[in-house]
């Protein structure tokens, strides 16, 4: 078959090799653009968010970090004494001076203490005389969103900020909108921001390191304590954090039973509860509005994210994102993979099965990476994005090129077999090689009318056609109902042959069987039409052996699925013979084939066109 033709009826080598490469890097485009869509980056974090959920459930939180929890008891318990929140300070310095007893670590406060209270000023000035006396207590203080003309006017003249530092570009000048604590706990230095920012997805993952602010770094809370306990601090803006457990896992003790025993004489809580603990003093109360959303839930307490922080600092844990060249990469090897696959003309199920086996194995590989590396690769975009979207669109366009090819096949062959032959070629993925010329070992039966000619004289032409086409129908349905392929009617003449284009290892046997139904077709026949029948009789010629198949003819005209050779010649002088020895006669090749039947020996024939005789058989149908 030419190329030309070969190419409307089966997908072409160039388009296996150019398009999904030419889909690829399409798909890889819109992959690396889908990193910045918003859908892309939430389902990334979702992802993330599941293992560090994994993660955190394997590691216990230090038990060096305490929290002393404003909670809803401690609100209820203290009104009847204090008041209701917030109290005077006092109770503060009373609860330092206890904890002082016990020398923690440090003493972190995750309370904004802004406005002096002027109904308690002694109290005010006792709680910063003595926060001012211990060298190992912090507060918070919070960077306010303004406009820089604003600022410029009212803000804090950022070089009077004792925990300020300056960088290469800082403004000496520079102001900020500050919240700050109390003149006296600011004169302290030992502040700190507490600021945090969500992802766009509105979940908290990463505590601010420092903020830049005019140039000036302003250290978060969680760095400033831990620089002054000699941990090492990432000279990074940000970090990601590692959670430890699920909400309230950090060892928490009630701030009202802290306090009470505290100012008890007889205490009943350990005398050294605290020492050389970080104690952080702060709020889970819903009512104070202390809660965030992080990859551990959506009501984790602000005091709990410090206490996080302080934990990832303390032990150098850092989680890191992967190199920004990771995801477009990984992308790339994607889908160089999955379009040499269908290049190869691989099969769509076995390609999915085994990207769904890949996909598996990269995510494990990305959980393991977190896990052992506390690396965070992000994968979603590789395999949603990339792998399963590319994969898609290939799959759609390998089922219409083949749909459109089945059809086409289907629409060729149907000329010529039968259509159940046509819809097995076509599921086993035959029509590449049926579609191209090979040799095989066919069997070729020739079967030609014998007594028309008298038949012709006496009917006219109409009678004649319509007499010639009830017989030929009678007998195509006869060689599909035995698999067999139609070549050709040649006037009067019908030539079929079986062994292609699907293998038939039995196609000897089927071809001599359908003889035998041709031949009892022709008695019934006869018997229908009549007077008509008498002189109309048939010889069928049966040769098996190599020969050439393929559509032969003009490219630009006509083409026919045929079988050319010396086999075919055979058969046809093989028919020939029958006149005046039997109706159906068969070579040595065909009776050596099929043993389970019985032979008449006709001796060896001269044939027309053949130089040596050839051995010819009559079948006898009884079975031996």
Known sequence: MSEANRASFSITKTARRRTPFVLAVIVWVVA???????????LDNLYLDWNLRSLAARLPPDPGIVMIDIDEP???????EYGRYPWSRAVFGQLLEGLARQQPAAVVFDILFIDPQKEHVTDDLYFIRTAASLSNVYFPMVRLSAPPQAERGNGYLLKELKNAATGPTANPEARA?????????TQTGRLGTINVFADNDGVIRRYPIYLDVYGWRIPSLPARVARDLGYTVPDTANLMLTWHGPT????????????????R?????????FRGKIVIVGTTASGLHDLKLTPMGADYPGTEVLATTLDNLKNGERLRAAPAWVVPTLTALTLLALA???????????????WLAASVAVVTAAWAALVQGRLHVPVVVPLLFGGWFYYLLAALRAW???????????????????????????????????LSGQKREITVLFSDIQGFTSLSERKSAPEIVDLLNRYFSLQVEVIFRHEGTLDKYIGDAIMAFWGAPTDQPDHVCRALACAREMEQTLMRFKREVGADGEQFDIGIGLHSGEAVVGFIGSPQHRQDYTVIGDTVNTASRVEGATRGRARILVSA??????????????????????????HLFEPKWETS
């Open 177 to 185: 909108a500050l919240l700050l604590p109390l003149p006296g706990l």
């Open 589 to 614: 090749a065909v009776r050596a084939a099929c043993g389970k039947y019985t032979f008449i020996d006709h001796g060896a024939v001269k044939l027309k066109g053949k130089e040596e005789p050839v």
């Open 400 to 434: 219409r090129l083949e749909r459109k090819n089945r059809q086409r096949v289907t629409s060729l062959f149907s000329r010529f077999l039968d259509p159940r032959v046509v819809k097995g070629l076509v599921e086993k993925d035959e029509t590449d090689a049926a």
């Open 340 to 354: 040499a696959a269908f290049t190869r003309g691989v099969s769509v199920l076995v390609i999915g099965l085994a």
């Open 32 to 42: 690396l653009a889908a990193v910045h869509w918003d859908a892309a980056s939430r």
């Open 265 to 273: 004489k007889l205490r009943q809580r350990p005398a050294d509860e």
């Open 74 to 80: 401690t609100l209820e318990a203290m009104v009847p």
């Open 248 to 263: 309230r896992s950090y060892r928490t003790v009630s701030f009202h039973e802290v306090f009470t025993d505290l100012e």
